[in-house]
């Protein structure tokens, strides 16, 4: 079939190498077919581009790919290196995917084969190899045969002479079994209350099963504290990795722990379990192993491979052995009990009300002011007789919270004056209601009145106190001052001379009262402080004082301080002290300031006052530049899945934080503020939640170790990056434990 219309040129492209059809090629293509098939669809397909109907483009465009895909396959099985390459590259993935019992079935014979060989050939590299395995399991074995040797023996001997022991040794010859089986059926009574699964590499719960009736804490916590207790004791004594505690016991609980290869199954025991008891929990894990084995060595928090586990671990729980004890006489106690029981309560009763009332006497006798001369008790009635203070507390009212009855109360009280100080200094103030300036109070069993009073109330005190001698406390009053309006002037007077005269920088030349009026004059030191302004608090009126001073620079070293701040301004990293009337400059401070000092120096001597800049040393901010650079160079590194770093990482811990005190206490010479940023870092394996949490726990475990070598903690801060900030990319295992890591930046303020 010959096409009549004019041919068209078709974009050209390489199909081999593009995964699409060029449809618009294609389109093209099937039109031109079309006119060629049938000549009345020119008409329709008039303004369609025309094209020449090379049916070999056609070809390419649909199968092209295909056929390219097969001549590249064919050339590869041609060329056996080729072959061997392309099947190693893919062969891990195969093998990975493929099912477990068909991998097995098809590598069993070559494996076993190859065992074989090697085993014949060199007999001790196997033994070299199980030697590990096989040792710790047949130490741990005889020590648990020895175990429960012992427990036999020793539950044996310490019944075997008693009334329990006569009865199992019978039940024994009755049942046919032997005396120390039967020993411990009866006295190893145990139930196991919870069974959990934990995951063996980060110390996750993988499952958790309780007991009916038992009860626990979030068991998640608990888990982890378990793994904290491991790592804790394994750190501390150099234990191997695959060692661990077997068993923890704290009161009637013991925790009885069974290490696999993925998981360990830690047991919670109440009671006094039998050794036996171990077999079978280690039978269980090896279950658990044998059927999730796969699934416990990738598990990552996610449980929903591990359906069916809990029923594993169910019949751990279950494990039991109660008390069978039988044949108690019950009747004859309770007959007992219906005796003794309202003899006893009756007695009870009449001993509980003899002491509340024992009690409220005792409670009266330590009252101040309350004498009881006479107490009973008759016919469940309560008498008590004495002397009372009408200041005294309420006896009444001290019945509260002590559950006797007031009704059956029957009491009869005396006036009396108690000479207690504290009742003798109440009658004193309301006999002699002293006057605002006057308080009294109780000095060691003496009543002391301080203060200024008129005259007629110190002659009212005098006679008072006349009267107190006769077996009362001592009234003092001499401290009670009676000054007239002119002498009370004339001492706050002379109070303020004196508070002048202490005063650095002021020297009284004169003083003197005239009139009513009072004139001082002397000199001062601009520094010291202002003799109008000590006016304040000493009762001199200041329109009554006339004062001349004259200007002098006094040589007190505090002055001469002030004014050396003044003249020299110091920087900051500068401190001036005053040490046996020397003046004493330390710390650093630029070469000029320095010569500044010392020439002020060499002029105060003249003086006679010591200026000592030995202990300036010239600042060198340099040193703060390349103190901080070291440290940000120094890296903390964490093992994987570990929040505390290694021994190995003490040094550097200890190198650390000696640089960050040195840099700080630099850093305040230079006027500065020196703080440092923990961040802690992650590799990226597991989830980003776990790896955040991680990062920031070695930042502040790093925080808390530098704080113990004695670094500031208001100037340590962390952050946790998680696995955004890494150090080298995790395509290495060296990229993965360089990311596990606390680093430190320094900043100034």
């Known amino acids: 079939m010959t096409s009549t219309v004019d041919p068209i040129s078709l974009p050209q492209r390489a199909a081999s190498n593009d995964p699409e059809i060029d449809r618009e090629a294609l389109a093209n293509l099937l039109v031109e077919i079309a006119r060629n098939v049938d000549p009345d669809y020119r008409a329709r397909l008039d303004g369609v581009p025309t094209a020449d109907p090379r049916m070999e483009t056609l070809r390419q465009l649909l199968v092209g790919r295909e056929i390219s895909e097969l001549s590249r396959v064919a050339h590869l099985l041609d060329e056996p290196e080729q072959l061997a390459s392309a099947v190693g590259g893919v062969l891990p993935s195969a093998a990975a995917r493929a099912p477990h019992v068909q991998l097995g079935e098809a590598l069993t014979p070559a494996v076993e084969r190859a065992v074989q060989r090697s085993i014949q050939k060199s007999p001790r590299t196997l033994t070299d190899i199980l030697y590990p395995v096989f040792l710790p399991a047949i130490r741990k074995s005889i020590g648990e045969k020895i175990d429960q040797t012992f427990q036999s023996l020793n539950e044996t001997l310490r019944h075997i002479f008693t009334w329990h022991g006569l009865k199992w040794r019978f039940e024994a010859w009755r049942t046919g079994a032997s005396f120390s089986e039967v020993v411990l059926k009866h006295s190893l009574v145990y139930r196991v209350e919870h069974v959990f699964l934990i995951n063996r590499n980060s110390g996750i719960l993988i499952a958790h099963v309780t007991a009916d009736n038992a009860t626990s804490e979030d068991p998640q916590l608990i888990s982890s504290m378990l793994s904290a207790i491991q790592d804790f004791v394994k750190d501390s004594f150099n234990e191997k990795e695959q060692s661990g505690l077997d068993t923890i016991r704290f009161g009637e609980l013991r925790l009885w722990s069974e290490v696999g290869p993925f998981a360990t ?28 084995s796969q699934a416990l060595e990738q598990f990552d928090g996610d449980s929903s491979q591990l359906a069916g586990i809990e029923t594993q671990l169910q019949s751990c729980v279950e494990l039991k052995q109660e008390d069978s004890n039988q044949g108690f006489p019950w009747l004859v106690v309770a007959a007992v009990l219906l005796v003794l029981i309202p003899a006893g309560g009756w007695f009870f009763l009449s001993w509980q009300s003899g002491q509340r009332w024992q009690a409220y006497v005792s409670r009266l006798s330590t009252q101040p ?15 008590i007789a004495g002397l009372r203070d009408p200041l005294a507390a309420d006896p009444q009212s001290l019945l509260s919270g002590t559950q006797v009855d007031p009704a059956r109360v029957h009491s009869q009280w005396q006036f009396y004056q108690s000479l207690e100080p504290e009742f ?64 009370r002037a004339a001492e706050h007077w002379q109070t303020y001379v004196s508070r002048l005269e202490a005063q650095p920088g002021i020297i009284v030349a004169q ?3 005239s009139g009513g009026h009072f004139y001082i004059s002397g000199l001062r030191d601009p520094q010291a402080a202002d003799p109008q302004a000590l006016l304040s608090g000493t009762g001199v009126d200041p329109a009554r004082v006339h004062s001349q001073w004259q200007f002098y620079q006094s040589l007190d070293p505090k002055f001469v301080v002030k004014r050396l701040m003044a003249s020299l301004t110091p920087p900051d990293s500068v401190r001036f002290s005053i040490i046996k009337d020397r003046i004493v400059v330390v710390g650093e401070a ?10 002020t120096a060499q002029q105060l001597a003249a003086d006679g006052l010591s200026l000592e800049t030995s202990e300036l040393r010239e600042l060198t901010p340099q040193k703060l530049t390349h103190l901080r650079e070291a440290i940000q160079a120094v890296d903390i590194f964490f093992d994987s899945g570990k929040a505390v770093p290694g021994p190995e990482q003490l040094p550097v811990l200890d190198k650390l934080a000696n640089q960050l005190k040195e840099l700080a206490k630099d850093a305040r010479k230079a006027g500065v503020t020196a703080q440092f940023m923990l961040t802690g870092h992650s590799d990226a394996v597991g989830r980003e939640t776990a790896n955040a949490s991680i990062s920031a726990a070695r930042a502040e475990t790093v925080r808390a170790l530098l704080k113990k070598r004695g670094v500031a903690p208001e100037s340590l801060l962390v952050r946790g990056a998680g ?12 990229g993965s434990s360089a990311n596990r890591r606390v680093s430190v930046t320094v900043n100034f303020h």
């Open 511 to 513: 003083q003197r009262a």
């Open 424 to 487: 003798v200094l109440k009658r004193l103030t309301a006999s002699l209601t002293p006057p605002k300036s006057v308080r009294l109070s109780i000095v060691e069993d003496r009543i002391v009145a301080e203060g200024e009073a008129p005259d007629t109330w110190i002659d009212r005190a005098r006679v008072a106190a006349r009267q107190l001698e006769a077996g009362g406390p001592v009234f003092d009053f001499s401290k009670v001052r009676d000054v007239s309006p002119e002498a």
């Open 723 to 734: 696995t955004f900030e890494p150090a080298e990319t995790e395509n290495s295992r060296t």
């Open 265 to 292: 199954l830690v047991a919670v025991i109440r009671g006094n379990p039998p050794e036996e008891l171990h077999e079978i929990v280690r039978d269980v894990l090896f279950r658990i192993h044998d059927e999730y």
């Open 369 to 383: 002011g309350i004498i009881v001369a006479e107490q009973k008790v008759r016919d469940g009635q309560f008498y």
């Open 590 to 599: 630029p070469a000029a300031w320095i010569d500044r000092a010392r020439v």
